[in-house]
């Protein structure tokens, strides 16, 4: 799972790790906290539009659950990305593999 910055650019992140993941025969999930129904993803705070995006996100991944691995998933986060990414890490730390924060 790769996370996207403020600039809300995931695409620049599968242009990043599209082929990585192709080559190790990993799923990439890039979601998109948009501006309206998650404005301060990166805070893991509550909305009045929507679920909270670390729930959103899990909720997703358990929507996946047959495509990925039973013992957690790496999650990767890009400047607002990393600080969401770093606060999914504390609050649910038994759902991740690995971390990485840039």
Do not use: K, N, T
Not at 26 to 47: G, K, Q
Not at 79 to 86: D, E, K, P, V, W
């Amino acid at each position: 799972v790769s996370v996207h910055g403020h600039a809300r650019q995931p695409l620049e992140h599968l242009e990043a790790f599209a082929a990585p993941a192709l080559a190790r025969g990993w799923a990439l999930l890039l979601p998109v906290h948009d501006e309206h129904r998650h404005r301060r993803y990166a805070r893991l705070a509550a909305s009045r539009r929507a679920m909270r995006a670390d729930l959103a996100l899990i909720a997703r991944v358990e929507s996946l659950r047959g495509l990925l691995p039973a013992d957690g998933w790496c999650l990767f986060g890009y400047s607002a990305g990393a600080q969401y990414a770093h606060r999914f890490a504390l609050r649910h730390p038994g759902r991740l593999r690995a971390l990485a924060l840039g």
